[in-house]
């Protein structure tokens, strides 16, 4: 009996019954992918012994010794449109090596790996992938191995984390974002200390994110102090919430720094507990305060809505003389620069992202696994905030004036 030819490429795209076959599963609405198995699995099956086959072919046709077909090896392989049944074409002198998927290989390589890495990042968990890969894909893969792929970003995040900073950077912005994490047993509270940067070529980067029980200053020190090791010499401005003692840490370690208060916190904090009905005018005139010409103007403004407010306004009005010169800083500089330093808003824009990503997640079972979800997240949306500052060029002149040759000696580097 006369064995059957095995298909080959050409055959499968020449094959008017296999072409109507795929025409009809579209037209009644089978799915192209998915866990019941789409129309496009028996197709790739049959594209993918086929070109086993095809290579099989080719190695016999290049080999100068005598050599033939030896059968057929069977297996199963993942891939993005199900579990294939593979047939993998033998030699007898078994030194057929076949590149589609390799011997031992057990994946079709469609991107799983990506695909887990990408879900992982869009906040995830790894039942969650699990259950969307075998939704999507048909695939049943283990959550084991899931893990096993999402723990192998380890030495990019170290890498990342340990990488070596610019000698000087013309903004920092300093903040924390809490999260729950299990330790020893209990969820508890976490601070990720947030380090996000503008050089002075203007150029956003996040420095680093460390996880600490709390948020303190001596915390902060620490993170500071790891800024320094990896190679930050010199900065201008440190924008900073209203944690006590900031300042103070920030100055001990980078004594020349400028420390800017963030106005938006301190508004937040003046009108938290003003009614509904009085909430939008008592905005509207504290912007008057952080929008004047200059701290004389500020402090003229401030004095007449201590004025125009009574009682709530002296209240509120004390609050902004505490802390009255780390506030007006951004008021020897002109508007661009203004913009950049007045607020803590960068950072917690990239909080933002951080957040969209982990809001459907309470807690997280670990520190490593926090960080790496984090990690991941900004790296999957890093055009988002690693990008150029905006007006650079200006600012760049006015940091030249003010600063002169402490500006000027990184820009030669």
Not at 147 to 155: H, L, S, Y
Not at 282 to 291: A, E, M, P, T
Request: positive net charge; glycine residues 6%; proline residues 2%.
């Amino acid at each position: 009996m006369k064995k059957k030819k095995s298909p080959r490429m050409s055959d499968l795209v020449a094959d008017e019954n296999l072409r109507e076959q795929f025409k009809e599963a579209l037209y009644s609405g089978k799915p192209l992918l998915g866990e019941q198995g789409g129309i496009f699995t028996d197709l790739l099956q049959a594209f993918v012994n086929a070109s086993l086959e095809g290579e099989l072919d080719h190695h016999l046709s290049e080999e100068k010794e005598k050599n033939r077909r030896n059968g057929h090896t069977g297996k199963t392989v993942k891939s993005q449109a199900g579990n294939l049944s593979i047939k993998t074409p033998r030699d007898r002198n078994s030194d057929f090596q076949p590149v589609l998927i390799e011997k031992r290989k057990k994946e079709l390589n469609t991107g799983l790996e990506q695909s887990i890495l990408a879900l992982y990042a869009q906040g995830n968990s790894n039942e969650d992938i699990h259950r969307m890969l075998k939704k999507m894909y048909g695939v049943d893969y283990p959550r084991t191995a899931i893990t096993a792929v999402t723990e192998r970003v380890w030495p990019k995040i170290n890498e990342w984390q340990q990488r070596t900073l610019q000698g000087c950077y013309a903004i920092l912005y300093l903040d924390g974002i809490y999260f729950k994490v299990k330790e020893d047993g209990q969820f508890q509270d976490m601070t990720v200390y947030s380090v996000y940067g503008v050089d002075v070529e203007g150029n956003r980067d996040c420095l680093g994110i460390y996880l600490q029980r709390r948020e303190s200053c001596s915390e902060w020190k620490m993170v500071l102090e790891d800024l320094k090791r990896r190679g930050v010499e010199d900065v201008f401005f440190v924008c900073i919430d209203g944690l006590p003692g900031f300042k103070k840490v920030i100055n001990e370690e980078f004594e020349k720094a400028i420390v800017q208060r963030c106005i938006v916190h301190k508004v937040r904090n003046s009108v938290r507990y003003a009614s509904d009905k009085e909430l939008k005018k008592l905005c509207k005139d504290l912007r008057v305060i952080y929008s004047s010409a200059n701290r004389q103007q500020a402090e003229l403004a401030l004095n007449e809505f201590e004025h125009k407010w009574g009682k709530g306004g002296q209240r509120i009005a004390k609050l902004w003389r505490k802390d009255w010169d780390d506030l007006m800083q951004f008021m020897d500089y002109s508007q661009p620069l203004r913009k950049m330093i007045y607020t803590t808003n960068p950072v917690e824009n990239l909080h933002r992202i951080i957040r969209k990503i982990t809001k459907s997640k309470g807690a997280w079972t670990s520190k490593n696994a926090l960080i790496k979800q984090i990690y991941m997240a900004l790296m999957q949306n890093e055009k988002s905030w690693k990008r150029k500052a905006y007006s650079w060029k200006s600012i760049q002149q006015e940091l030249e004036i003010k600063f002169g040759q402490r500006f000027t000696k990184w820009i030669d580097k």
